[in-house]
Each structure stands twice: as structure tokens, then as C-alpha cells.
């Protein structure tokens, strides 16, 4: 079956120290692969999507990256935080192409 | 651009009260509508789809290509039913889903 990994589950981050959140899944082959930001009163904000190892697509310019070194591993980063850069990241993934989204229990970033 | 309207951040009815949570998007191609629930303290899980017209928990969701909406229903909420609800947009020959904001349901006893 599939599954999706992600850690850590909370992170507190003083301004300016660098990030790393990391996704994986199992069980399924070239996936799909996102980052969202979840804000209370804003909804999910796509953040990054990737199709393939080292394709990266980025929806909204910001102070993070993301990477796909592996086939199923989407890692968040950043080099210096920003206290905006608070709030709750999730990762999801697309099994094949009319597949619905499935997301992880996702990361509580606070940046202090 | 593409974007997904939730008008209701709070649905507050009683228990066995029907519900309606509304959707409207903006896309100008074919679209494919999903319903995503959060319950307290569990990971985001999609609720019902579009393309496969069922009931799941007893929630319906139509699309109406002309009003551009897909409203999801119950005709009789029950307590375990409040929880955050989105509704989403995938946009066909693209790998992007959008979301809208979100609607707190909350079912009174």
C-alpha cells in the first residue's frame, strides 16, 4: 500500500537558521510530489510540485526551495528564515495521473 | 488564473439539520472538483470527487458547469461530521491542485 511520511511533526526555528522538512512516500513509483502551506483563514497554498527527480515547479516566489534528490523524497529547505515564514507545511503525493491528492500529517513550523 | 471560492469560513448547524457547504471556482478549461476533509487532529483526506459521483458519509457534491460551482451536501448532519472542509481544483493537463480557503463546519447537539 502507499504511504507518506513527513518529519518533523513540530519545529521551532529562531530567525535566520536555516530549514530542512523532509517527505516520502512509499509503495508507488514516480510520483507526483508537493509542497502546501496551510494558514489559518487562507487555506492550502501550493508552494512547489515536482514530476520527475530534480524537476521543480514554484508557484509563488519566497524565501524557500525544494528538492527531489530521490524519486520519493520532496525536501523543503531554506537558508535563513523568516519569522513570516511561520505556519504549517504540508506534503502530498499523485500516485498516477487520476489519482487525487494524499497528504501527510504534516510540519508546525514556528520561527521565533 | 484559476481559483477556488469557499464564501464560508463557519457553517454552524444542529444535529440531523442539512447542510451546505458551498464552492465556486473559475477555470476556463474542464475541470476535476474534489471535496478534502480535516478532522480534529488527523491529516487532510479526500472526501468524495467529481468524476466519481458517489455518497460518502452520506455527502453528495454536484458539479454545475454553468453556475461553476460544486456545492457539497448533507441532508441530515451528525456531530462527527464537524471538521474543516476544502474544496479543490485540479486543472486538467497540469500537475497543479488549488484550494480554497476552507469551511468550518460545526454540528451542534
Known amino acids: 500500500s502507499q504511504t507518506i511520511h513527513q518529519w518533523p511533526a513540530t519545529l521551532v526555528q529562531p530567525v535566520g537558521s536555516p530549514l530542512s522538512l523532509e517527505c516520502t512516500v512509499e509503495?508507488?513509483?514516480?510520483?507526483?510530489l508537493y509542497w502546501y502551506r496551510q494558514a489559518a483563514g487562507r487555506g492550502l497554498q501550493l508552494l512547489f510540485y515536482?514530476?520527475?527527480?530534480?524537476?521543480i515547479s514554484s508557484e509563488v516566489p519566497q524565501n524557500l526551495s525544494a528538492s527531489r534528490p530521490q524519486d520519493r523524497q520532496f525536501i523543503l529547505s531554506s537558508k535563513k528564515l523568516l519569522l513570516s515564514d511561520s505556519g504549517f507545511y504540508l506534503c502530498?503525493?499523485?500516485?498516477?495521473?487520476?489519482?487525487?491528492?494524499?497528504f501527510g500529517n504534516g510540519t508546525r513550523l514556528t520561527v521565533t | 488564473a484559476q481559483r477556488v471560492t469557499q464564501p464560508e469560513k463557519l457553517l454552524s448547524v444542529f444535529k440531523g439539520a442539512p447542510v451546505e457547504l458551498k464552492c465556486n471556482y473559475s477555470?476556463?478549461?474542464?475541470?476535476?472538483l474534489f471535496w478534502y476533509v480535516q478532522y480534529s487532529r488527523q491529516r487532510l483526506q479526500l472526501l468524495l470527487r467529481?468524476?466519481s459521483r458517489e455518497s460518502i458519509k452520506g455527502f453528495t457534491a454536484d458539479l454545475n458547469k454553468g453556475e461553476t460551482s460544486f456545492h457539497l451536501k448533507k441532508p441530515f448532519a451528525q456531530e462527527e461530521d464537524s471538521a474543516m472542509y476544502y474544496c479543490?481544483?485540479?486543472?486538467?493537463?497540469?500537475?497543479?491542485?488549488?484550494f480554497g480557503s476552507g469551511t468550518k463546519l460545526n454540528v451542534k447537539p
Open positions: 509503495g508507488t513509483s514516480n510520483p507526483n
Open positions: 479543490a481544483l485540479r486543472v486538467y493537463n497540469f500537475n497543479k491542485f488549488y
Open positions: 515536482s514530476v520527475g527527480i530534480g524537476q
Open positions: 502530498a503525493y499523485r500516485g498516477s495521473y487520476n489519482s487525487p491528492l494524499h
Open positions: 477555470y476556463s478549461g474542464s475541470p476535476e
Open positions: 467529481h468524476i
